[in-house]
């Protein structure tokens, strides 16, 4: 009896070790992230077409006697353009969880349920289809449109994924019902860029390669509290998602209500995704490879240290990338894509080897 006790003790001391180095290591690892945010986001102040010093920032910052063209370039121009970069890293990240947990499925995203689709079939509408019908836009109605459109497109998407899964209990049907979606409104889109002009279609192409330059002050006062919204939904729900990590047949047993949850999810990472593309255009790849990169990093399973790993990974991912971008003048699409792809096959290439 001794024995076995002094073995039982002993199996809890080792597991106490084990369990205070992972929570002194995964600190440590949250500290060494946040740093690298503010790093990047300094750095992202800093780099642009024109050259400024981090003591011309500095200053206006703290308020010292600075240019007022300097003064608009910071505040007006890059900080905002730096606060979608960070808002788009903590949607997309938290999306991308959301529905790689939900359907479990590696390659799940945050477009998955047809979300962006939804929103570019109706930036298509508004661009493509209202030339069509004889009516034009310009100016500050033409940029309030797209937004409107987009936002009008992903909510319509959401609503129909809602009645579905009331109807659908197999979480796979909901899953081919949102790609069929996108689908439809892709098809509907290419129809619309054939019957119209190469004016349009330019607009329309350059909205679908993703802009961060293009959200403004008063656009940033809409995007951040539907944002936090979505956050908050995101939190609620991490509960819910350990449970789903076992199986919907488990978490129901465990007194799970599965359509709530799985609506609030759909809400949130609505929110989240339609925000980000009706006012930043479709972001691809970030969703889709940075909980993969916080699944490796941290080691766990549990979304209470994913979720904020993902948040703070996904900031750093793009803040990287608006960077690059901004150095390189080219569409930040184009650079998610070229950092996300690596993982993708990573991830691929895991699941397919032989044990």
């Known amino acids: ?21 992972i929570v002194k290591r995964n600190s440590i690892i949250f500290l060494f992230l946040s740093l690298l945010v503010f790093v990047l986001f300094a750095l992202d102040l800093v780099s642009g077409d024109s050259a400024l010093s981090v003591g011309q920032v500095w200053n206006v910052f703290t308020g010292n006697e600075t240019d007022m063209t300097t003064r608009n370039i910071v505040l007006s121009i890059r900080l905002v353009r730096v606060i979608v970069a960070v808002l788009i890293g903590v949607a997309l990240s938290i999306s991308g969880l959301q529905m790689q947990t939900v359907f479990r499925n590696p390659l799940a ?39 409107g459109a987009g936002w009008g497109g992903a909510v319509m998407v959401l609503l129909l994924i809602a009645i579905i899964s009331r109807y659908v209990k197999n979480i796979l049907g909901v899953l081919i019902m949102g790609v069929m979606i996108g689908y439809i409104a ?30 403004t002050t008063t656009k940033l006062f809409i995007m951040i509290p539907v944002i936090c919204v979505g956050v908050i939904l995101s939190i609620y729900c991490i509960k819910a998602l350990n449970l789903l990590l076992l199986g919907e047949s488990y978490a129901q047993t465990m007194g799970l209500n599965i359509r709530r949850a799985r609506t609030l999810i759909f809400v949130s990472t609505t929110l989240l995704t339609g925000t980000v593309t009706a006012f930043c255009g479709p972001v691809g790849f970030l969703g889709l490879a940075v909980p993969h990169v916080a699944r490796m990093l941290f080691n766990d399973a549990d979304h209470r240290t994913l979720l904020p790993g993902s948040i703070l990974l996904g900031v750093v991912a793009m803040l990287i990338c608006d960077i690059i971008a901004k150095t390189l003048v080219l569409p930040v699409n184009c650079i998610t894509a070229l950092l996300g792809i690596p993982v993708i096959i990573w991830v691929v290439y895991k699941n397919l080897r032989p044990a």
């Open 109 to 147: 995203d945050p477009y998955l349920l047809g979300v962006s689709s939804g929103s570019g079939l109706g930036v298509a509408f508004f661009i493509l289809g209202a030339p069509l019908l004889g009516l034009a836009h310009s100016g500050f109605w033409q940029s309030v449109g797209i937004v």
């Open 1 to 21: 009896m001794r024995l076995e006790s002094k073995i039982i003790n002993q199996e809890i001391n080792n597991g106490d070790v084990i369990f205070n180095f």
């Open 186 to 215: 892709g098809a509907i889109i290419q129809i619309l860029q054939y019957l119209s002009s190469a004016e349009q279609l330019k607009m329309f192409f350059l909205w679908s390669m993703g802009s961060l330059g293009h959200v």
